[in-house]
């Protein structure tokens, strides 16, 4: 059956069933292939967590059988969840459909599907909720699988907003990978905005916080779905949604250019009365005119980014659309029925 949600004003309706004290949100797209495993190895590591949990799996408009997979697993599994977008919203929103949908009534953990953050690890980051804290983001002591490149701009970026992003502190090395407390949660869900970097709204609600170290794997299978431009993108999109300092650098470039060309002006107009020096043709002409329309261009550019994210704004459009959303059955805080899921899900996969 299908059905479409506006979710505009907050997460979503309870389901009339039980509802578990812990969900796994878990953003895909064209992650058929590492799926299984995943969720084989998830369950294996909340054995002992002593909690009722669910995993939501929100397929992000998905071109493989990503669908089909989630599918099995919920068939096979009754702690699946699987929330399907109309179409391809991009992972920040997907993650955003996924904690809408999450009915844990005490945590939620988020995690992407590519197993290169262990699901082994959560069971720290509950110990670690455990002992007060609000929110326990898992913080990467080792990137393996990434080049030099990657990991040098990947600082560069946490560094960069450090400096600029004012009251709210991204912590460093810090992906999505992290738990929340409900009560974290219901604060973050009030958050609407268009464009969204999560790991910044996750740094402004606040909350007591902690940080559990890990070292992160390389990519199980699959390719990675980030290139260059969407990182260049998404980093974009963290500063203009959290900062507005190239505003500032763009005022500071016209007064230090406008200085600059009124000092270049007066040294000419004097060596003109006082020497009777010829002032310059067109080339020097040209060159001072191309510097001021580039620096021009640049800052209208910065101005079009921000008028553009309000543009977005006011349209007030849903986030996204769900095409189909399946909730887990009644939870159970023992294992068993995760143990065989991955088999089965193969087995209605093929059938």
Do not use: C
């Not at 197993?115 to 929110?135: K, M, N, S």
């Not at 270049?264 to 009777?276: N, W």
């Amino acid at each position: 059956m299908r059905q479409t949600s506006l979710p505009t004003l907050g997460p979503v309706a309870a389901e009339a069933r039980p509802a578990p004290a812990l969900s796994v949100v878990v953003p895909a797209f064209d992650e058929a292939e590492v799926l299984p495993a995943f969720h084989r190895r998830l369950a294996a590591a909340m054995e002992g967590i002593g909690l009722a949990w669910e995993v939501v799996y929100v397929n992000d408009g998905s071109h493989d059988a990503t669908l089909e997979v989630m599918l099995g697993l919920r068939a096979a599994d009754p702690r699946v969840a699987v929330v399907n977008l109309s179409r391809n919203f991009g992972k920040e929103i997907a993650l955003t459909a996924g904690l809408d949908h999450a009915r844990g009534t005490e945590a939620v953990v988020v995690i992407d599907a590519d197993l290169q953050d262990p699901p082994e690890v959560i069971p720290d980051l509950v110990a670690a909720w455990r002992e007060g804290f609000d929110v326990v983001y898992a913080q990467r002591r080792v990137r393996h699988g990434e080049g030099v490149l990657k990991r040098a701009t990947a600082a560069a970026f946490y560094r960069l907003m450090q400096r600029i992003g004012g009251r709210v502190r991204l912590p460093k090395d810090t992906g999505d990978f992290r738990l929340m407390s409900r009560r974290a949660l219901d604060a973050l869900l009030t958050l609407r905005e268009q464009h969204r970097f999560m790991k910044g709204l996750f740094a402004w609600v606040g909350f007591p916080s902690r940080a559990v170290l890990y070292d992160r794997a390389p990519r199980a299978a699959g390719r990675t779905k980030w290139n260059w431009w969407k990182l260049w993108n998404l980093s974009l999109e963290g500063i203009t949604s959290f900062t507005v300092a190239p505003l500032k650098v763009a005022t500071y470039l016209g007064l230090v250019t406008a200085a600059i060309a009124l000092v270049y002006g007066t040294v000419v107009v004097v060596k003109t009365l006082l020497f009777g020096n010829p002032v310059a043709g067109y080339p020097s002409l040209m060159t001072v005119m191309l510097f001021l329309g580039g620096v021009q261009l640049i800052t209208l550019g910065i101005i079009g980014e921000y008028l553009g994210r309000v543009f977005n704004e006011t349209k007030r459009r849903p986030l996204y659309l769900v095409e189909r959303h399946l909730p887990s059955a009644a939870p159970s805080a023992a294992g068993g029925a995760g143990e065989h899921a991955v088999e089965r899900a193969a087995e209605a996969r093929v059938a």
